[in-house]
């Protein structure tokens, strides 16, 4: 069974830097992608950034503030998050997608202040 943790959301203000993380178990990273998403208060979940084992991509309108790396040994992807602005604030939720199917975490709030 695949388990996700998320984890290093909190109050910011904007301007400010967070660092989320996602942590994965019963999945080969080799064989997945993981992904990280943003869903605002009453507006529908957006893709922020996904990773495989050799690529990564960003969300066009977020390049040169936020990053998606990982670390295999720790079977853990993070997704930082620079110049924080208001409307960045929301759910973030990270997902894993491998041959089994889709899986989601259960969401880490981050709150930015103006």
């Known amino acids: 069974q695949v388990q996700l943790v998320e984890s290093g959301g909190g109050l910011v203000q904007a301007g400010g830097s967070l660092r989320l993380s996602c942590a994965a178990s019963g999945s080969r990273f080799s064989f997945n992608v993981m992904s990280w998403y943003h869903q605002p208060p009453g507006r529908e979940r957006e893709l922020v950034a996904d990773?495989?084992?050799?690529?990564?991509k960003v969300a066009d309108s977020l390049k040169g503030r936020f990053t998606i790396f990982k670390d295999n040994a720790k079977n853990t992807v993070y997704l930082q998050m620079n110049s924080l602005k208001p409307e960045d604030s929301g759910v973030y939720y990270c997902?894993?997608?491998?041959?089994?199917?889709?899986?989601w975490g259960k969401g880490t709030l981050v709150t930015v202040s103006s």
């Open positions: 997902k894993l997608t491998d041959f089994n199917g889709t899986h």
């Open positions: 990773i495989s084992n050799g690529e990564s």
